[in-house]
């Protein structure tokens, strides 16, 4: 995603694009929450190209792959996490984009005792013959899943699990009172969809206390539509 905007320019002046390599948004769900998420975004007047990527940045132009040219100052990139390349570990095993291959087990191949998990994990499966999505569930199931197999082997069992994703839905937020919902049973768009996706996230906040004070924080932004968060920068000379 990339910002376009002149200093000092009114909020009428600024130009968003978001810059999608894949031919739509949210890529790894369902066609629903790909075509509600771009118009969510074209309506808050975003400019959304998909199938594109940047070739290349100078500082003050982004130069796409279908030629295009688009003068800039700022630009944001948020196209996923790669994986700090580890000495020792076999290059063989180590994707181009960074993922370790892992077994069903989550031990690094050629590695029997070294594991990998979450979104640096490259684990093949049937449903899966790509690698899994790099979602925080699946960093927690492969967590979880692994424990229990370490103390099987710390024990001198051979029954280890083999790990199974088990996909219980995919929630994006998209802007304020918009968010798209996949559930295995049923999809679900705008302000709903966005409330439970804030209950969720919510939830999965440890501490009693801490929940309080964040549902406190977000009500009254809500409220006042004033983000706590600032970044304030000064004109230089």
Known sequence: MQMNCVKKAAVREVRVYLLEGSPHTLSNMSGFAQKYSEEYLRSMGVIVKTSTIVKNY??????????????????????????????????????????????????????????????????????????????????????????????????????????????????????????????????????????VWMFLHLMLILSVRNKLVVFINWAWNYVTKNNSLRLILKDSD
Do not use: C
């Open 58 to 195: 100078d500082g003050e132009k982004v130069t796409l792959n279908n030629g295009e040219v688009i003068p800039t100052s700022n630009v944001i990139w948020s196209a996923g996490v790669t994986g700090n390349l580890i000495e020792g570990i076999p290059a063989g095993s180590v994707l181009p984009n960074g993922r370790i291959r892992v077994d069903r087990i989550n031990r690094v191949e050629g590695l029997p005792d070294v594991f990998a998990i979450g979104d640096v994990a490259y684990m093949e499966t049937g449903k899966y013959p790509k690698g899994h999505p790099q979602l925080a569930n699946v960093a927690i199931g492969q967590g979880k899943n692994l424990a229990k197999n370490l103390r099987k082997i710390v024990e001198g069992k051979t029954d280890l699990k083999p790990y199974e994703y088990r996909n219980l839905g995919t929630m994006a937020t998209v802007g304020r009172n918009k968010a798209v919902v996949d559930l295995p049973f049923v999809k679900f768009k705008g302000r709903f969809a966005w409330l």
